[in-house]
């Protein structure tokens, strides 16, 4: 059974960091792309960024472009997400989720973990 788990949210202040963690589970995740998606209250879903597994090609949506980083520990199977100079806007429950490589649709997601930043 997959389980992707998040941490790392909380209550920052506006131009400050936090990273958020993925313990992923259940399965080996070599042929899989990891992404991090973020949803605010009464907005849709959105994608913030993904990375593939194996070789770590990364893509960024264009509002956390050079802002946030994300990574993967293969040995820990661990996706991280490091945020930095946040912005009241990126305040939003963040999900980390996975799919197979060459997929569209994300087959796996987590719970979630809520990220606040105060102006």
């Known amino acids: 059974q997959v389980q992707l788990v998040e941490s790392g949210g909380g209550l920052v202040q506006a131009g400050g960091s936090l990273r958020l963690s993925c313990a992923a589970s259940?399965?080996?995740?070599?042929?899989?792309?990891m992404g991090w998606f973020r949803q605010a209250p009464g907005k849709e879903r959105e994608f913030v960024a993904h990375i593939t597994w194996r070789g770590g090609s990364t893509r960024y949506a264009d509002s956390v472009k050079g802002r946030f980083t994300i990574s993967r520990d293969n040995a820990k199977n661990t996706l991280y997400l490091q945020m930095n100079s946040l912005k009241p806007e990126d305040t939003a429950v963040y999900y980390c989720a996975a799919r197979q490589f060459g997929q569209t649709s994300y087959d796996y997601w987590g719970q979630g973990t809520q990220v606040t930043v105060s102006s």
């Open positions: 259940g399965r080996t995740f070599s042929s899989y792309v």
